[in-house]
């Protein structure tokens, strides 16, 4: 074998002296050949002739042996690359046809393909990240979701478990740094100390954290690389020094490298401090010490030859022991849940994204099917150049390799058109998907090296596709038969072959058209369901309170203050505060009991929280249904008070009324000292608070002054646009603290687009390929069709010199068109259902089946091929018999 | 695409080119095909270009060499001679080939006593 090779490098480098021996060796062996002919008696001329009989055909062997003795690469591709781009050049019109075909075909799977790869196929890009697990609790009462650990649970886990090198928690936060002016609120991750050293990641400048760090009272930073360039000028002497964060000096402990980034699924975090922010004292019990605060998440790196398995089993005794020790809070959460962090990240969204590669490919196979029909036309015309060179001696397997020659450079033209186009679409379509992080590491998404190789890899895989058809073709050349006939002879097998391919391509389309539809259908529910709220004329934004100077008392008062100014600005019409907003997700549940069927506490029921100020209701214009709204009476002196919305009285009262009722919401952990019982007071309609959720869920809602916990996201509901507000709410912010700063300055609107933003991003991908697919699905079964018509020109001439008028000549052209389209819609509809299933998942408000959708894509194939057909139909009936009967 | 004849003999062909060179020692193309005309004794007809084929395939397989020399007429003629490996390469063929026919050659046999 490496003899072999080697031999044929040596070959392919010695390639004109090796001709020239082999020339003189078969001279020296023909001559005496001829000469012992003649010692038989044969005249010279004639032993000339005997000796090339017996010598075999010349011409044919030396050409087999240059071929053999040579790297075939080398020489002869590049003569047959020569001879395409010829080729190529002299058909202008059929290369670029193909090649921008390709191109669209290539271009759109090579851009999924760098999503799918960025998002789902690359590793985490830590040290030993195949062995980074991701470390959670589940809730026994069936909750499909993991949940987050508590602080004393957490320690425990810490302490007591031998299958992790490091278990690091982590919570996102948020920072204001007032260092200088402007105010700036940044995210930041509150972790355990090892960090750093669980990802095996070096920080740029400085050091990571030291275990100590993580008592109360310790307060150190590092910072993010960005943030280092931006806020401190990328001052390599920033490490030791101090900086305010929340008031509070902080010693800068490093600088995290540049595109750092912990954890992938958050926004990019600017800095990073240990859990003693968590540990300090405040007013209520601190998070560290609250074993129901479920606020952390976890991840370990297994010790080597643990299997997740292993650490599994081991984490759930742990748990065992935890619910027996503390029963009240560990009961429900004694399970947990150990997977690799990469899955605990792209889970949900790989396979949204395998379908989206799944319908990119379809559109690849759909465009190979064009370029294949594009190349069968063009080798008809070609039958006698081919059956020529077949007699002149060329050999079937050179004639093959000179197709794959030409289909290899249409292939590199689609390849580098495809990629240029791909770099395009992702700059184009990113940003569609905004700045939502609900597909993690989306943004970094890039044309590189990986992806270059799967581009190239698609472009072989479909050049080889493509050309299959062709080339069988060639196989089948009857040189004799092509020679004699004048006309090009059409082989029987060729037309069905080629409607066969628009039967495929239907097929598929059909396919893409479907999915397309039900996405498009999902996303149009999403975006007209009533989301229960009014998001026009709503500006939202948060402030950055620094916690040092203002208590709890303080909070509110400067929350009473910021409502009162903002109300004065002119055209606002309502103002109030509340946490969390509609549509920000299922971010706050706590259990309750039942005044009327109390309960132990594992068994308790649990929902979404939120709290508000009076005036929420109103101001985002979530209508009371019954009873009244909250009011500044409502405060820490007067009866404990709730609404909840419909959902809620409908899942816990079914059949009462609710107003009345009294139920004592979970434990120390919403921040009060002790739980106390509360009357509903009133109820609201559902507004939707995770735009995904197919159906309002139950929430309960706190005024701001019987439950402290932060100052909230304030909604001004303005008579002018919200934008013109932003300013005049700026002004006011500034004139009661210079160093609060304002963030996420968002409109009710913008808020309403971003949840549905990746169901969007989906939407217009899918229609983009479904479009592409139909059209080139039209393209094809256009060449088809004239293609018939072409060759059917006698008989129609026949037909219509016979008395069959202009109509029936269309008719009989678009019959046979509806035939090709029927059999691929039959064969479609089954796909189509096979779709639906898939979809079903990432789907909403969609019934499971549902027939219409697959009628309608049929109805939709069959228009766009009408049109497709009735262009020949047309130059079919226009032919004037009379031409081309004699013609023939 | 329909297999040549020569295609189908190749493996006996190099065999026989192989075997040839063993017995003759170095030969240029022109005598190899002479020889197995001669042995064949005109029951292998064959297109004497295919045994440059053989030779460049056996060549490329490290089993035979060739230089440039003198033929006895005084022409210059490519000698090709058996290696080392060929001739390990040729007692293998050579058992295989033995045990096959005379595998083939019992079969026969029983068949006819019938």
């Keep these: 074998m490496v003899h072999a090779l080697l031999s044929r490098i040596i070959g392919s480098l010695r390639r004109e002296r090796l001709d020239a021996e082999c020339d003189q060796e078969v001279q020296e062996h023909l001559e005496m050949l001829a000469e012992r002919f003649m010692a038989q008696g044969l005249e010279p001329a004639e032993a000339h002739y005997a000796a090339l009989r017996q010598f075999g055909g010349v011409t044919q062997m030396k050409e087999e042996l240059r071929e053999r003795r040579a790297l075939p690469p080398w020489d002869v591709l590049a003569q047959d690359v020569r001879h395409a781009l010829r080729g190529l050049w002299n058909a202008k019109g059929f290369t670029a046809s193909a090649a921008m075909t390709l191109a669209l075909g290539i271009g759109a799977s090579t851009a999924v393909f760098a999503v799918l790869d960025t998002v789902v196929l690359r590793p985490l890009p830590f040290a030993d990240a195949d062995r980074l697990m991701s470390f959670r609790n589940l809730d026994r009462r069936g909750s499909p979701h993991p949940t987050n650990l508590s602080y004393p649970n957490f320690f425990d886990y810490r302490a007591q478990n031998r299958v992790f090198e490091h278990l690091v928690c982590y919570r996102d936060s948020r920072f204001t740094l007032t260092d200088s002016l402007p105010p700036i609120q940044e995210p930041g991750e509150i972790v355990s100390w090892d960090l750093f050293p669980l990802l095996g990641v070096q920080p740029e400048l400085g050091r990571g954290f030291l275990p100590e760090e993580e008592k109360a009272g310790a307060h150190v930073v590092v910072l993010s690389h960005q943030l280092w360039q931006s806020r401190f000028g990328a001052d390599r002497g920033i490490v030791g020094r101090q900086i305010r964060i929340n008031g509070k000096p902080f010693t800068v402990a490093g600088v995290a490298p540049r595109g750092f980034q912990f954890p992938e699924d958050a926004p990019p975090m600017q800095l990073w401090t240990t859990l003693a922010e968590d540990a300090a004292e405040t007013e209520a019990t601190p998070l560290t010490e609250q074993r129901g605060a479920r606020v952390t998440d976890s991840i370990g790196r297994l010790r080597h030859g643990v299997t997740p398995a292993q650490a599994q089993t081991q984490m759930d005794q742990i748990g065992a022991s935890l619910a027996l020790l503390d029963p009240d809070n560990n009961k429900n959460v004694a399970k947990t849940l150990v997977m690799p962090e990469l899955e605990r990240l792209v889970g949900t969204s790989r396979r949204t994204l395998w379908i989206l590669f799944g319908a990119v490919m379809l559109v690849l196979l759909i465009g190979c099917a064009n370029v294949a029909n594009l190349l069968l036309v063009r080798s008809t015309g070609r039958t006698r150049e081919f059956a020529l060179r077949t007699a002149l001696g060329a050999s079937r397997r050179a004639l093959v390799r000179q197709l794959l020659a030409e289909s290899l450079v249409l292939g590199s033209l689609g390849t580098i058109g495809g990629v240029l186009l791909s770099v395009l679409a992702l700059r184009l379509v990113l940003p569609m998907a905004g700045d939502s992080i609900a597909i993690p590491r989306l943004a970094q998404a890039s044309v590189d090296i990986r992806v270059l190789a799967f581009s190239i890899a698609a472009a072989l895989a479909t050049v080889l596709l493509f050309s299959l058809a062709p080339a069988a073709q060639v196989m089948r050349v009857d040189v004799a038969g092509a020679l004699k006939e004048a006309a090009a002879s059409i082989a029987p097998g060729r037309h069905r072959l080629r409607n066969s391919l628009v039967v495929g391509q239907i097929t598929l389309g059909l396919v893409l058209l479907v999915g397309a539809e039900l996405l498009i259908a999902s996303f149009v529910y999403l975006a007209r369901r009533d989301p229960g709220f009014r998001p026009d004329h709503l500006l939202t934004f948060g402030v950055g309170l620094s916690e040092t100077r203002y208590d709890v008392a303080g909070q509110g008062a400067f929350s009473d203050r910021l409502r009162k100014l903002l109300r004065a600005i002119p055209g606002v019409k309502a103002v109030a505060a509340g946490l969390p907003l509609p549509l920000e997700g299922n971010e706050m549940t706590v259990s309750f009991d039942i005044e009327e069927r109390r309960a132990p506490a594992p068994e308790r029921p649990s929902s979404d929280m939120a709290i508000v100020t009076p005036d929420f209701f109103r101001t985002m214009g979530i209508p009371i249904r019954k009873g009244r709204d909250f009011t500044e009476r409502d405060d820490a002196r007067a009866t404990r008070v709730l609404i909840v919305n419909q959902a809620f009285a409908r899942t816990y009262f079914p059949g009462e009324d609710a107003i009345g009722k009294r139920v004592e919401p979970g434990g120390t952990n919403i921040g009060e000292k002790k739980t106390m019982m509360r009357e509903i007071v009133g109820i609201v309609g559902d507004a939707t608070q995770s735009a995904l959720e197919a159906e309002a869920t139950p929430i309960y809602y706190f005024p701001y002054k019987q439950l402290s916990w932060d100052i909230g996201t304030f909604v001004v509901r303005s008579a002018i646009p919200p934008e013109q507000i932003e300013q005049a709410a700026r002004n006011a912010l500034m004139s009661l603290d210079k160093e609060a700063p304002m963030f996420q300055v968002r409109t009710g609107e913008e808020r309403a687009a971003r949840a549905i933003a990746v169901p969007r991003f989906l939407t217009i991908l899918m229609s983009g390929f479904a479009g592409i697919a139909v059209l080139l699905t039209v393209v094809g079964l256009y060449g088809v069709l004239s293609y018939t018509v072409t060759r059917r020109r006698r008989e129609i001439g026949v037909r219509m010199a016979l008395g069959a008028d202009r109509g029936a000549v269309v008719a009989l052209v678009l019959k046979d068109a509806m035939k090709t389209v029927a059999v691929g819609l039959a064969l479609g509809v089954a796909g189509a259902a096979a779709v639906q299933r898939l979809l079903g998942s990432i789907a909403f408000g969609i019934r499971p089946g549902d027939p219409m959708f697959t009628a309608l894509a049929c109805g939709v194939m069959i228009v766009a091929s009408l049109a497709a057909a009735y262009l020949p139909a047309l130059r079919a009936a226009l032919m004037d018999p009379t031409q081309t009967l004699r013609n023939e | ?114």
Excluded: C
Aim: glycine share 10%.
């Design chain 2, 1 to 114: 695409m329909p297999k040549d004849h020569s295609e189908i003999l190749q493996g006996t062909l190099d065999l026989m080119v192989l075997k040839t060179l063993d017995a003759l020692g170095p030969l240029h193309g022109y005598g190899i095909a002479r020889r197995i005309e001669q042995l064949s004794e005109d029951m292998v007809r064959l297109n004497e270009g295919t045994v440059y084929a053989s030779l460049l395939r056996l060549g490329q397989k490290g089993w035979i060499r060739s230089e440039w020399g003198a033929s006895e007429n005084k022409r210059k003629a490519k000698f090709y001679s058996i290696t080392k490996a060929g001739q390990k390469q040729l007692a293998r063929e050579t058992e295989s080939w033995e045990r096959i026919s005379g595998v083939i050659g019992r079969v026969l046999r029983l068949d006819s006593q019938r």
